[in-house]
């Protein structure tokens, strides 16, 4: 059988090689004539890429090129970073995609591009090779058609940053209910962000075909808008293809995996909250100890991912605490307190907990793929959102879903800066009782979408269907 070849080019942090790579399986168990190369940038801010990527199995038919190490220029903006380190990289995907196509006969013939949604300047190397492109979206369809349509706001009305701080709410097709303007992502509200989210939004439109990692049971709404309201329909194919969802990168916090599992076997069914913040998510002091306010005047039982934030100004992942740490860090006396009802780690087995019986609920930053796992697993969340697109998630989730409960929905955290607010401990305390005593209604809704998200990609489910779209498509270039 003749062997297709298709790049992958996948933005270099964590969560997004995680899901590219996953998708890229999904592919090729799809359709053993595919075969995937996978170039990946190194990121000086994200070192734990590089422990995952050993630690894949080596396949024939997805092979990983590791591409040299660019520096940016000092004192390059951290709005800037991001495109910088990308347009610094093209020479070396250039090159890269050159030995490919001279290898052609071994490889097979190249026929697509796939690139995360923040490599979209890559557009201009597929071109050159004359090869359609196709963006892999790694977060939901209301959320892309908020950013599509924005950018149309932007280019056809003239609606910049000044005019729509001065709003309220705002229509949007992707979505069922009016957006208020604090569920926007910082990227679309501030001067500072301007050009890179239009470059960015740019890139979305300029491509021929955009695989979405979602599915039509759960975004329906929003999938149907871009087959039906005009501004969207004349933009490139979406494919949702989802959910992909991410088994847990192979690392350990300061209390191995296997503790935290066994502790749960010894709990009731769903009487544990959840409570974590992603790879990127930490606390300072004053939060940490409202969040134990909490945690102990609802009595719940709870694991909670608590992180060590990086001094501010420092673009790092989170660190783990020590033991020694942990007992300065929160209220004297609450981890003698709770010893009996609760865990504290620091990296968590995030799917492996969410898919435990004994958990009942989920604090989350709600970021999409840990809202996919929760869906996934049937556990309803309470929604704390930080950064990017997490508040546009969390309304979505809270009000156009109904699928979630309300911590807050306008938090927000500057990048390489502090939150907007203090969120007070009776509000947490709140949303981890309301999570854990969701009403029938509420538990039933989720627990049907969970059942959906199982059967979509199976014969007959819509990704199923949609993945076989996007297969005859790249096929269709040979």
Known sequence: MKKVEVVFI????MSHIVSTLEFANLLINRDNSLRITVLVMKLPLAPETDVYIKSLPITDSI???NLPECSLPPNTAPSSAMVALIEAQKPNIKQAVSDLVAGEGKHGHLTAFVVDMFCTNMIDIAKEFSIPTLVFFTSGVASLG???HLHTLRERDNVGVPQLQELTELDIPSFANSVPLYSFPNSVVSKEWESMFMNYVRGLKNVDGII????EELESYAVHSFFSHPDLAALPTIYPVGPILNPEPKSKGTVDSDDIIKWLDDQPP???VFICFGTRGSFDEDQANEIAHA????????VWSLRKPQPKGVMKMPLDYSNSDLVKFLPEGFLDRTKETGRIIGWAPQTQILAHPATGGFVSHCGWNSILESIYFGVPIATWPLFAEQQTNAFQLVCELKIAVEIALDYKVELMGGPNYLLT???IEKGIRNVLDMDGE????VKKLSEKSRKTMLEGGSSYTHLGRLIDYIMNHV
């Open 10 to 13: 996948p933005f270099p942090i």
């Open 63 to 65: 092979s990983i090129i």
């Open 146 to 148: 908020l950013n599509l």
């Open 212 to 215: 979405v990692n979602s599915f």
């Open 270 to 272: 769903s009487s544990v």
């Open 295 to 302: 945690i102990e005047n609802s009595g719940a039982r709870f």
């Open 425 to 427: 401990s009776d509000k």
């Open 442 to 445: 509420f538990r039933k809704r």
